[in-house]
């Protein structure tokens, strides 16, 4: 034959582009939904077991650990209760604790999250492979109104070194009043990490007690705007609660031993939990809605298969002509077979390329607003061998699934003229 049975598959789908295209849209949002569910569902993943390392403890009221982990390490959710400052005083003394970070949460700063904490919790807090906090300007705090914040926060509201701050009582929209009367300035800015430690405001634990002076009621009492800043400072901020701690063992052998003894505990109720355990039971959770959504994510991709065989069986009656031209001028049922077979694979392999760049795409647009609106960073989205092994088993299953259409448009033309009585 003069032109290759590709040129000619071409061609043909050419021909009929509106429903060529059609087809095509239609393979290429159901792989964009499958690799879209897929790659969301690792990413995700990747980006919660990176943000915290090096932590061998949280401690908190017990709470459920999901519940723990979530609100001390993500800022997802609020504390039940509190843990009383001797309890972490006692748990910091323990022989087997190398160090332990108390952490306070419950106020934020224009719908960031505000945690107090001591300085050595930029020593030993570590996310990713072990990687230790960096600032980009600036250094830790070192007066109790200093503030230290993250990247995405700098970012987000312009603040730079020196800037000054003023935090609300409370979380987001729902926050009480403000704390005008005892601002805060920024003293560092921490490098980016793609975790929620980017959208966090840091403060001494005593800075968040003396910022409370005068909320003893929960409400502002406006006595307390008469207090100087003199006088504020010569109280004792020592707190006497903190939301959790972090804690770091002197060996990891004695981790299991150390949880139950702080879990049993009976001068104060606590949980004690291990991060890596706790993210295992929350993946434990949602992983037969991961299952059920990769399973209607399969049967996407099935009906858009069968759109390719569809649109094939539809069109052949329209080219019963063409099937008996091409054998009368040469093409062998072979010939035919390889043409409707290659339609169908072309359909498959240009559909799927299209849906894994729209899942790019969709991932590109999105990464920002999510870790804008949560700071979880997405892992691990590009391009990877997943895409290439979807992109050949649409393209094999669709080669497949027009065999049927193939061999309708075999059987015709050899029973078919030149005439095609209709």
């Known amino acids: ?53 090096g932590t061998e403890l949280i401690v908190g009221a017990p709470s459920g650990q999901i519940n723990l982990l979530l609100y001390s390490v993500f800022r997802l959710g609020n504390a039940t209760a509190e843990v009383s400052w001797p309890t972490y005083e006692r748990l910091a003394a323990r022989d087997d604790v190398a160090w332990a970070v108390p952490i306070s949460l419950g106020d934020s700063h224009r719908g960031f999250r505000v945690m107090g904490t001591t300085p050595a919790y930029f020593d030993h807090y570590k996310y990713g492979a072990r990687q230790e906090l960096r600032f980009a300007r600036g250094d830790r705090f070192q007066d109790i109104f200093d503030a230290v914040i993250g990247a995405q926060l700098a970012r987000d509201l312009g603040y730079d070194v020196g800037s000054p701050l003023v935090l609300t009582h409370g979380l987001g929209s729902q926050g009480l009043s403000d704390h005008d009367n005892r601002p805060f300035r920024v003293v560092g800015i921490l490098a980016p990490t793609g975790t929620p430690v980017d959208r966090t405001l840091h403060v001494p634990l005593e800075g968040i007690t003396a910022m409370h002076v005068g909320w003893e009621t929960g409400t502002r009492n406006p006595l307390a705007d008469t207090l100087g800043e003199a006088l504020i400072r010569s109280f004792d901020l020592t707190p006497k609660t903190v939301t959790a701690i972090f804690v770091g063992l002197k060996q990891k052998g004695s981790l299991l031993r150390t949880r139950r003894a702080i879990n049993t505990d009976r001068s104060e109720p606590l949980l004690a939990i291990i991060p890596g355990q706790a993210l295992g039971e929350l993946w434990a959770i949602m992983g037969n809605a991961e299952r059920v959504l990769l399973a209607i994510s399969g049967f996407v991709i099935a009906v858009g298969l069968v759109s390719i065989l569809t649109s094939l069986l539809t069109s052949l ?21 390889v043409l409707m077979l290659a339609e169908a694979g072309g359909l498959g392999l240009a559909g799927s390329l299209l849906g894994v760049g729209l899942v790019q795409l969709l991932f590109l647009v999105a990464s920002p607003v999510l870790t804008a609106s949560y700071g979880i960073t997405l892992i691990g989205t590009g391009l990877s061998a997943v895409d290439g092994l979807t992109v050949l088993g649409v393209t094999g299953a669709a080669t497949i699934i027009g065999t049927p259409a193939a061999l309708v448009a075999l059987r015709r033309s050899l029973a078919d003229g030149l005439t095609v009585k209709v």
């Not at 099937?323 to 093409?331: D, W, Y």
Request: proline share 1%; glycine share 8%.
């Open 1 to 53: 034959m003069g032109i290759s049975i590709l040129g000619l598959a071409w061609r043909s789908l050419l021909n009929r582009w509106a429903s060529a295209m059609l087809t095509l849209v239609s393979v290429a949002l159901s792989v964009a939904l499958f690799l879209g569910v897929e790659k969301a569902r690792t990413a995700a993943r990747a980006g919660f077991d990176n943000t915290i390392s």
């Open 317 to 337: 009656n329209e080219r019963r002509r063409e099937m008996s031209i091409l054998r009368a001028t040469g093409a062998r049922p072979g010939h035919i077979l």
